[in-house]
Structures are given as structure tokens and as C-alpha cells.
């Protein structure tokens, strides 16, 4: 049960860089979502999807881009990297429907942006 | 505007005794409340949620947690704390017409000692 794979783990990047956070499911499920965790502001989310070749912001997009080509994989992109983009993320998804509306988060990636 | 408040950033309890977790809501509409656990570098595991119904909510690890809608509050309880239990807890909270987005609290953390 490989359940939410993120990869890579950690990631030390300066800035102006881009790199591209992997995400994928093997629960067929049809939402996806990206969020990044920061000390003292719990979760805020960048982007989610309801299903392939659909996705929308969240609460803070800005210098992220995703895209949803299956529905097994939502990857992240950071276009050109900040220190204010150093923080830990987290890849979720969950079934469709309140009443299975339970997200399952991957190990999370932390980033740091010198 | 929408929010969700932990008024306690640590709570400390004894091994036996029993635990509560706070957490208060602010929504319009119908809210769909949830419960996350995060062990230390770990993703996030669902606890519970409240849906409808009876307002109060068996979970996961013997953790349940009451919905009170005149108090706006869903907060967490487990009758007998175990070491095990120490972990960082989050609120969270959904409008019933909102599209999958959920509204997180900032974590509390509980440490429980032997």
C-alpha cells in the first residue's frame, strides 16, 4: 500500500532556481492538493485539482504552478525559487464526496531556499 | 471571515489522565470539521470528522471529539492519555459549499508525560 509517494525528501536550492516536487497516488482518487507547512500558521494550500486536467489555486499560489495530465500524478512547480518558498510541503488526496472526504498526506518534502 | 482557532499551542497531560484539545470555528453555512494528527516528520493522519448527525464523533486511536454548534467549538478528547498520543494536533474546517478547501488551525502541540 504505497498510498501518497512525494518525492525527493529534502531539497537545498538557491535562489532563481526551478525544480519540480513529485506527487503521486495510488488510490484512484479523484482530488489532489499541494500545501506548505510553516511553524505557527498550520497548513495553507497552494493548488488543488478535482480531477485530471482540472486544477485551481488555493489560499497562496503565487510562484507555483501545477498541472494534472493523470490521475495518479500532480506535480509542483517552483518557477524560480525564494527564500520565502523555504518551508516543508505536503501532497494530499483524498475520495470525492463529504462522506469520503478524508485526505491522505504524503511524507512531505522539505525545501530550503538559500 | 472564515477561521478556525487552537487557543493552545502546547497542552501537557499525564500518562492515565484524561486530554483535550481546543479548537473553535469560525464559518457561515454548515461546517465540516476534521481532525489531523502529525507525528514528528511525518505527514498528516485523519483523526475524525463531523458531518451531520450525532455531535459526537468516535475516531481513530480512541480520540473522539464534540461538535457544539452554539459554542462553535469542535474540540478533541481521549478519556486516558498515552505516551504514544504525543504528537502535534490540527483543527480543520470546511463550508459545506465550499469546493474541497479546507480552513486549518496552527496546530497544538501535546506532550504527554509518564
Known amino acids: 500500500n504505497a498510498g501518497v509517494t512525494q518525492t525527493p525528501k529534502f531539497q537545498v536550492l538557491k535562489t532563481g532556481q526551478s525544480m519540480t516536487l513529485q506527487c503521486a497516488q495510488d488510490?484512484?482518487?479523484?482530488?489532489m492538493s499541494w500545501y506548505r507547512q510553516d511553524p505557527g500558521m498550520g497548513l495553507r494550500l497552494i493548488h488543488y485539482?478535482?480531477?485530471?486536467?482540472?486544477?485551481d489555486q488555493g489560499e497562496v499560489p503565487n510562484g507555483y504552478n501545477v498541472s494534472r495530465s493523470t490521475t495518479e500524478d500532480f506535480p509542483l512547480r517552483l518557477l524560480s525559487a525564494a527564500p520565502s518558498q523555504t518551508s516543508v510541503y505536503f501532497c494530499?488526496?483524498?475520495?470525492?464526496?463529504?462522506?469520503?472526504?478524508?485526505?491522505?498526506f504524503g511524507s512531505g518534502t522539505q525545501l530550503s531556499v538559500l | 471571515a472564515q477561521s478556525v482557532a487552537q487557543p493552545e499551542d502546547q497542552v501537557n497531560v499525564a500518562e492515565g489522565n484524561p486530554l483535550t484539545v481546543k479548537c473553535t470555528y469560525s464559518v457561515s453555512g454548515n461546517p465540516y470539521l476534521f481532525w489531523y494528527v502529525q507525528y514528528p516528520n511525518r505527514g498528516l493522519q485523519f483523526l475524525l470528522k463531523y458531518i451531520t448527525g450525532d455531535n459526537l464523533v468516535k475516531g481513530s486511536y480512541g480520540f473522539e471529539a464534540e461538535f457544539n454548534k452554539s459554542q462553535t467549538s469542535f474540540h478533541l478528547k481521549k478519556p486516558s492519555a498515552l505516551v504514544s498520543d504525543s504528537a502535534l494536533y490540527f483543527c480543520?474546517?470546511?463550508?459545506?459549499?465550499?469546493?474541497?478547501?479546507?480552513?486549518w488551525g496552527a496546530g497544538t502541540k501535546l506532550i504527554i508525560k509518564p
Open positions: 480543520a474546517v470546511r463550508r459545506d459549499d465550499s469546493n474541497y478547501q479546507l480552513i
Open positions: 494530499a488526496s483524498s475520495g470525492t464526496g463529504i462522506f469520503n472526504e478524508k485526505l491522505f
Open positions: 488510490m484512484n482518487h479523484e482530488y
Open positions: 485539482s478535482v480531477g485530471a486536467g482540472i486544477t
